[in-house]
């Protein structure tokens, strides 16, 4: 079982420049502050938007790209390490003009329209991620 860590005091809020590429910039975020562990949550628009879902028998990811301006009713996701790096694993629920929602895996090339996030980074030892050959996945170790 994993250890569970504390939350820290030092609770980072901002919004994104307009146009860059969502889950690049929260992984640039945590690097230039040097958050290894933590949680992420945010809200805002994105002009489109690369999600995932995980096809379990083929053990890869499926990428579909929606190309029209979506809000982003939520985004939930934590930080952890992998590559000795930290890396930001978060999932993302999107609304069209329709009412119609759209939910998966945060792939590269989501380009904010406008966003807000909160990241709260955690005290301990930060999490581990390895390679779990059951699933395909690099997981917490």
Sequence with gaps: MLEELAINSKIIMGNMEYGSDLLLELNNICQTKEIFAGKIEGIGAVKCATIGFYDQEKKEYIWNKIHRPMEVLSLKGN??????????????VLGDHNSQVYGGHLGEDTQVFAFEYIIVPLQGDAFVRGFDKKTGLFLWK
């Design 79 to 92: 930080i952890s390490i992998k590559d000795n790096k930290p890396f930001v694993h978060a999932h993302i």
